[in-house]
């Protein structure tokens, strides 16, 4: 078992260790692309735990806004931010491999391309690790979130971000015109949701969100897909490849909303939503959740 995991089993369910466990996850990832692993796996765990972290700062919001909170924000959005150039071209990568197609001019292009994007995010890394900036200010957020390790605290501190966090849900949820913009923003706000449910879950096993999770999950995969579709293509029209120009490409987005559309209209939606509104208005209201 790892140091990582071993930490993690000694940490008791709380808004401090959450916000511990994440941080090492985000260290130790930090410290392995400064020694050299560029690998897309890294880059792709380097997003998702920068999400997770981002998502446990914002549900303790009212309790450690401070200097360090907002750098450790910023700087965290902007780390992941470094990183979409890379990420669109591996699911570029991705697409060719997966269709069989060996374009050595698309390969070579893509592999250029990635030393430079790959030593501006190593650059970004090495400086957030000089100094222990990144460490200190984490330190300063957990210290600020010690005061919520109480349950009464935790539930209504991290009540009220996982309600705003809802809201922001349900204001942008895709609707019957489903363009592009609209999809863009309902997958962005899904992430947030479903990483804010999972650290609220950690703290509060008890909550039955278990409905909501599967459905951002699902959610999550659906529009992930149509997003990978249009960078795809925009990637292909930036490197000015003659693949960009094949039919097949809007052909198969239409076929692929078609699917969410039906997917979208089956869920039951206003139920799970206000089963989910229900337990965490009585998480604000009770403070404590018992544990099963």
Known sequence: MSTIHQEKERLESSPSSIWQW?????????????????SAGQVHALRIVCRRTEAVLRLGRDAAKSRGWRWLQRNLHDLRQSTNALRDDDVLRKWLAENEMSSTRLQRQL????????????????????RERLVRRAR?????????????????????????????????????????????QARIACKRLRYAVDAVAEIHPAMDLRELHELL???QKHLGSLNDGVVRRRRLKQLKSPQAKQRDHAAGRREKIAAFRAWWQAQPLERILADATAEIVSLMRTGQRDTP
């Open 140 to 184: 300063q957020v957990h210290k600020n979130l010690k005061s919520l390790d109480g349950p009464i605290e935790a539930s209504a501190v991290f009540g009220r971000g996982l309600a705003r966090e809802l809201s922001r849900f349900i204001e942008v949820l895709p609707s019957r015109q489903m363009d592009s913009d609209q999809l863009h």
């Open 217 to 219: 999950k699902s959610l």
């Open 111 to 130: 592999k250029q391309n990635r030393r430079p994007l790959m030593h501006k995010v190593a650059r970004r890394v090495r400086w957030l690790l000089r």
């Open 22 to 38: 994440q941080f090492l996850e985000v260290e130790r990832i930090l410290r392995a692309i400064a020694q050299g692993d560029d």
